[in-house]
């Protein structure tokens, strides 16, 4: 079975400051790996994805995550936080069969002026 | 572009009183999603077509239905509303496979009075 855990449902970072949102996944196989961003009231859009290729990922607005087979993970992170990152970020991880996500809790970025 | 519309995107019905959120895509995908997110909360699978082939949550209540009459369009309906139901409502779009992320449209937030 699949799943993603994002520890920390809400962070806080200064502008200008390092960006940096857990996630682990369980799978019994070779995972494949997204992180989504929703801001208030829009659908969810994909900031990057990892499919077994480079285990760094870069993706859009900045970000990017490293897949760590032996710790299990697959964290998001950014240098320098713009005010605009502030949203809600969801980790997923695909099934094994068929075309389901496993969606993680989700973790709420503030970020302070 | 190509791209996944919900209509409306503010909802709001009367409880008890059938209503239908509307979904359609320009991208040709062959899989079609439905989730319920509440406040706060991840995004939970209701059901998904592939291609014309309806599949159903095991604990979708059986309130809620679908309709996919073509490869753009796909229909939620709910047939007797409760104040529970209120919620953002998201369509998204795949093609077939694990390697393949989720489009999102935006979102219908239906509120029920």
């Known amino acids: 079975a699949q799943s993603v855990t994002q520890l920390g449902s809400h962070v806080s970072v200064s502008e200008g400051a390092l960006v940096l949102l857990r996630c682990n996944y369980s799978s019994s196989v070779p995972p494949y790996l997204f992180w989504y961003v929703q801001y208030p009231n829009q659908g969810l859009q994909l900031l990057l994805k990892?499919?077994?290729?480079?285990?760094l990922v870069k993706g859009i607005n900045g970000f990017e995550a490293e897949f760590k087979k032996s710790e299990t993970s697959f964290h998001l992170t950014k240098p320098s936080a713009h005010m605009s990152d502030a949203a809600e970020y969801f980790c997923a991880v695909s099934a094994n069969t068929g075309n389901q996500f496993y969606f993680g809790t989700g973790t709420s970025l503030t970020v302070i002026p | 572009d190509a791209m996944v519309i919900q209509n409306p995107r503010y909802q709001v019905t009367q409880f008890g009183k059938p209503v239908t959120l509307s979904c359609s895509q320009t991208l040709n995908h062959n899989v079609m999603y439905w989730y319920q997110q509440k406040s706060s909360q991840a995004p939970k699978l209701l059901f998904h077509y592939y291609d014309k082939d309806f599949n159903n949550e095991a604990d979708t209540p059986d309130n809620f239905q679908s309709r996919r009459p073509n490869t753009s369009f796909c229909f939620l309906d709910i047939r007797s509303p409760g104040l529970g139901d209120a919620a953002m409502y998201l369509c998204?779009?795949?093609?077939?496979?694990?390697?393949?992320?989720?489009?999102f449209g935006s979102g219908t937030r239906l509120t029920v009075v």
């Open positions: 990892y499919t077994s290729a480079a285990t």
């Open positions: 998204a779009t795949s093609r077939t496979g694990r390697y393949y992320g989720y489009t």
